[in-house]
T-cell receptor, first 116, second 111 residues
Framework: GAVVSQHPSRVICKSGTSVKIECRSL??????MFWYRQFPKQSLMLMAT?????????EQGVEKDKFLINHASLTLSTLTVTSAHPEDSSFYIC????????????FGPGTRLTVL | RKEVEQDPGPFNVPEGATVAFNCTYS??????FFWYRQDCRKEPKLLMS???SGNEDGRFTAQLNRASQYISLLIRDSKLSDSATYLC????????????FGQGTRLTINP
């Protein structure tokens, strides 16, 4: 159990385009999902907390208008990188918890974004 | 002081050796901690949870020292497949579900 999927696994796009990344909980309902970003040789940095049916909570320094998060159902959260630039190239990973308040997070396989 | 700080590594040890990593945390209110392993270009996978003084799972032992605010991970009889980056993780605020990751320690097991 506790399987999280992401799509796509890899995307290459031109500068200025928008990219949507999907995060799905396959065998459980996730009221809360998290979005992380990981640059090469660095650790994961939390970008935002995605709550089903409400607005996402963004971490300091993360532009909410650039990284649009939609958590429309209990099994799907999407992250849209708008007007992507080369500095947005990174490994984007989502995670979900089995229940409200749980500490253990289960991670999706990640999406590697390359902006040319 | 960083919220979660780890040995920078990298660690290069021969197969069969015992290796230990340390991790310090700044939030004294944190109650639970985690060790994740991350393989190159993959997502982190939960290795161990630490809720009390320690936890043991086969060759892996995690210990928690609340007084000194550090967590350790011990790997005995290391295998080639243990080569990975090990991430120490702590909640920012207990119950808030937000996790802070250490920078990770790269481990390479040599044949």
């Amino acid at each position: 159990g506790a399987v999280v999927s992401q799509h796509p696994s890899r995307v290459i796009c031109k500068s200025g385009t928008s990219v949507k990344i999907e995060c799905r909980s396959l065998d459980f309902q996730a009221t809360t999902m998290f979005w992380y970003r990981q640059f090469p040789k660095q650790s994961l940095m939390l970008m935002a907390t995605s709550n089903e049916g409400s607005k996402a909570t963004y971490e300091q320094g993360v532009e909410k208008d650039k990284f649009l998060i939609n958590h429309a159902s209990l099994t799907l959260s999407t992250l849209t990188v708008t007007s992507a630039h080369p500095e947005d190239s990174s490994f984007y990973i989502c995670s979900a918890t089995l229940r409200q308040g749980a500490d253990t997070q289960y991670f999706g396989p990640g999406t590697r974004l390359t902006v040319l | 002081r960083k919220e979660v700080e780890q040995d920078p590594g990298p660690f290069n040890v021969p197969e069969g050796a015992t290796v230990a990593f340390n991790c310090t945390y700044s939030n004294s209110a944190s109650q639970s901690f985690f060790w994740y392993r991350q393989d190159c270009r993959k997502e982190p996978k939960l290795l161990m949870s630490v809720y009390s003084s320690g936890n043991e799972d086969g060759r892996f032992t995690a210990q928690l020292n609340r007084a000194s605010q550090y967590i350790s991970l011990l790997i005995r009889d290391s295998k080639l497949s243990d080569s990975a980056t090990y991430l120490c993780v702590a909640p920012i605020i207990q119950g808030a579900q937000k996790l802070v990751f250490g920078q990770g320690t790269r481990l390479t097991i040599n044949p």
